[in-house]
């Protein structure tokens, strides 16, 4: 092989693993790709830009779908040390339109209709726990 052929072939092969990258970065899941139909309907995120992010999510959703409200909260954004919560209600039932940092992150009226709520904590832990929370 001539030095003029090695060059092609680098070139080529250089080529296809730039548009295999390309396709790839474009084509990874989401949300979107979940069954359920999730709707993001209230959220909360502090300032602190310097301490630990709490981010408050209240999401409807079609069905109670475990593994897809997993799988929901495992795309949401989490900041090393802060916190991620979604709370999750069925689509058609009253549901927060407002979400807010403390103990209680909702009003207490909605608490009978949330399905669930998933958690991940400042270490990095999951957890996905069913209503009445405990």
């Known amino acids: 092989m001539s030095g003029k052929n ?3 072939i ?8 730039i548009i295999w ?7 990874q899941p989401g949300v979107q ?3 359920g139909e ?10 602190n830009n310097t301490g630990p992010i709490q981010r408050i999510y209240a ?13 929901y909260g495992d795309f949401m954004p989490h900041t090393k040390y802060g916190t991620t919560k ?3 209600f069925l689509q058609g039932q009253p549901a ?18 949330c399905l669930a709520r998933y958690e991940k904590d400042a270490m990095g832990q999951v957890s996905l726990v069913k209503w009445p929370f405990r």
Do not use: C
């Not at 680098?10 to 693993?17: D, E, G, Q, R, S």
């Not at 990258?21 to 084509?27: E, G, N, P, V």
């Open 33 to 35: 790709d979940l069954k």
């Open 86 to 88: 979604v709370y999750f």
């Open 10 to 17: 680098l070139i080529a092969v250089f080529a296809v693993l």
């Open 59 to 71: 999401v409807t959703v079609s069905d109670s779908l475990w593994d897809q409200m997993q799988q």
């Open 38 to 47: 999730f709707t993001e309907v209230a959220f909360y995120r502090n300032e």
């Open 21 to 27: 990258f390309i396709k790839d970065a474009f084509t």
């Open 96 to 113: 927060p339109t407002a979400v807010a940092p403390g103990e209680q992150n909702f009003d207490a009226q909605f608490q009978p209709h």
């Open 6 to 8: 090695v060059k092609y």
